[in-house]
């Protein structure tokens, strides 16, 4: 069976002779179409490094990374921003808002550029920012600023939704409401989900568990995923 994503030997390497650094070391991972997946590693492992490859922000040095059958080192720049435009959602650990904007404005920003968007305001109701859509990002505490971010991604209703460290700026209940959130986006529009993450509780969720040391992928899980009620995060 053909995978969704297909990574195969992917290298990615800083340096020269002695030395080298490889952030990513010839690794390889597939993911189904709809899975959920949490990459689990420590910091400097190649977590990021290997979500960057995936939403076509980098390029790997050696090896190929497939998705939906195409590879992406074989797009050009303008394919490359049409396939991050129109098929990935990315939050990022630092969140990138827009200051100028407010929250109902960022989050418009990214329903603009494709045709066809979830509404934002059922959206930032069940975030729980629905009395902030009018605040700029100075106003919110970092965990609102966070959820801003994941909505600002998920109202594209990407393919592939990558998140980095997801809920390291929430505390418990708003993890459990934002995870939840995810696996119904997962359940009703079949995205795919790639979540990298120290939290090892997160995982519980997942239909595949990696992970990843020393840039390696040294082991690929299938696992039978829990509500997310159930998850001790």
């Known amino acids: 069976m053909t995978m969704y994503i297909q990574v195969d030997n992917a290298v990615k390497k800083y340096g020269k002779g002695e030395?080298?650094?490889?952030?990513?070391d010839h690794a390889s991972l597939s993911l189904e179409k709809g899975e959920i997946c949490v990459i689990?590693?420590?910091s400097g492992s190649g977590k990021s490094t290997l979500l960057n490859l995936l939403g076509g922000l980098?390029?790997?040095?050696?090896?190929?990374?497939?998705?939906?059958?195409?590879?992406?080192?074989?797009?050009?720049?303008?394919?490359?921003?049409?396939?991050?435009?129109?098929?990935?959602g990315i939050v990022f650990q630092t969140y990138n808002l827009i200051g100028e904007l407010t929250v109902r404005e960022n989050v418009k920003v990214s329903a603009e550029i494709v045709p066809q968007t979830l509404d934002i305001d059922e959206l930032l109701d069940e975030l729980g920012l629905a009395n902030h859509k009018t605040h700029f990002p100075t106003e919110l505490s970092g965990g609102q600023q966070q959820r801003c971010a994941i909505a600002?991604?998920?109202?594209?209703?990407?393919?592939?939704?990558?998140?980095?460290?997801?809920?390291?700026?929430?505390?418990?209940?708003?993890?459990r409401d934002v995870l939840a959130l995810l696996q119904k986006v997962n359940l009703?529009?079949?995205?795919?989900?790639?979540?990298?993450t120290h939290n090892e509780g997160i995982s519980e969720m997942a239909d595949r568990i990696i992970r990843i040391h020393d840039g390696r992928i040294i082991s690929n899980t299938v696992h039978l995923r829990k509500d997310i009620k159930e998850l001790a995060i």
Do not use: F, H
């Open 19 to 24: 030395n080298t650094i490889y952030a990513l």
């Open 152 to 175: 600002r991604a998920i109202v594209k209703n990407p393919s592939i939704l990558l998140c980095d460290e997801l809920t390291g700026a929430l505390d418990s209940k708003s993890s």
């Open 188 to 196: 009703k529009y079949q995205t795919t989900i790639v979540i990298i």
């Open 58 to 88: 980098d390029c790997a040095d050696e090896g190929t990374v497939k998705v939906d059958g195409c590879e992406l080192s074989s797009y050009s720049k303008k394919e490359l921003s049409e396939y991050r435009r129109n098929k990935v």
């Open 40 to 42: 689990l590693g420590p």
